[in-house]
């Protein structure tokens, strides 16, 4: 059986976060939700063209790219998936910088190209 998160829609985040549930703000462009490999760790993901992006069909909810809670004692890494969770493998520290590294990149690419468009 797979793990489950239930999603909401809610204006802001609240005070307490319950386990099983995916909070999402699409005014202030962000998600959150506990951890679920059980630690309890609070994981939020900024949604933006550069960080997270959320898809709704409807019914339920998937997030990309992959969560990977590098800074976490569990270092779990994990996809959610039309309210699903799908566990992926773990990353070696190398592949962790490299990961960083790449979304570094990626992001001063993005802003910088946004900049040149406005100028």
């Excluded at 386990?19 to 679920?36: R, W």
Aim: glycine share 4%; net charge positive.
């Amino acid at each position: 059986m797979k793990k489950l998160l239930q999603h909401k829609f809610v204006e802001f985040i609240p005070q307490n976060i319950e386990e099983g549930v995916l909070y999402i703000s699409l005014e202030y462009c962000t998600a959150i939700h506990k951890c679920v490999c059980g630690c309890a760790n609070e994981v939020v993901t900024p949604l933006s063209p550069t960080d997270w992006e959320i898809t709704f069909n409807g019914e339920t909810v998937s997030l990309s790219p992959s969560i990977g809670n590098w800074n976490f004692e569990c270092r779990s890494h994990y996809f959610i998936i039309n309210n699903k969770i799908r566990f992926a493998s773990k990353w070696s520290k190398e592949r962790i910088e490299l990961g960083r590294s790449y979304n570094n990149e990626r992001k001063e690419n993005y802003y910088e190209k946004k900049t040149k468009r406005k100028s």
